[in-house]
């Protein structure tokens, strides 16, 4: 059985979330603010459904160092 249908919207939510990672990134350099406070949470989200992509789609990558 295929997952990539399934791996193809999850890698539409990385899109997703890079868009809004690099807006938050724009506006916080505007503002001369710092690192934006959901930037960290955002970035873990996104490597983990990079992961879960990758896993579905049986690609060994898909495991990290630490499983």
Do not use: N
């Not at 890079?18 to 807006?23: A, G, P, Y």
């Not at 938050?24 to 989200?45: C, H, I, S």
């Amino acid at each position: 059985m295929s997952y990539d249908r399934l791996a193809d919207r999850l890698d539409a939510i990385v899109e997703e979330l890079d868009e809004l990672m690099f807006d938050q990134l724009r506006e916080a350099a505007a503002a001369k603010t710092g690192r934006p406070a959901d930037d960290k949470r955002l970035t873990q989200a996104r490597r983990a459904i990079e992961k879960a992509s990758r896993l579905l789609r049986g690609d060994a990558a898909g495991r990290d160092e630490f499983d």
